[in-house]
């Protein structure tokens, strides 16, 4: 619903970032349409410095 009213606003586009071993998250996005663009490694750091890959 709030991703349906963003594009009746005009909003074309909609940029998420994840980590990638968040698979749940990723069945979720596909299934509402959006597509990977881009990867991105090692950029996800947790509150203790351990890098996401």
């Not at 959006?34 to 090692?42: L, P, S, Y």
Request: a positive charge.
């Amino acid at each position: 619903m709030p991703l349906r009213y963003l594009l009746i606003k005009g909003l074309h586009k909609i940029v998420l970032d994840t980590n990638l071993k968040n698979v749940r998250a990723w069945h979720v996005y596909k299934k509402h349409g959006f597509r990977k663009n881009a990867v991105q490694k090692n950029v996800w750091i947790d509150h203790d410095g351990v890098r996401f890959y």
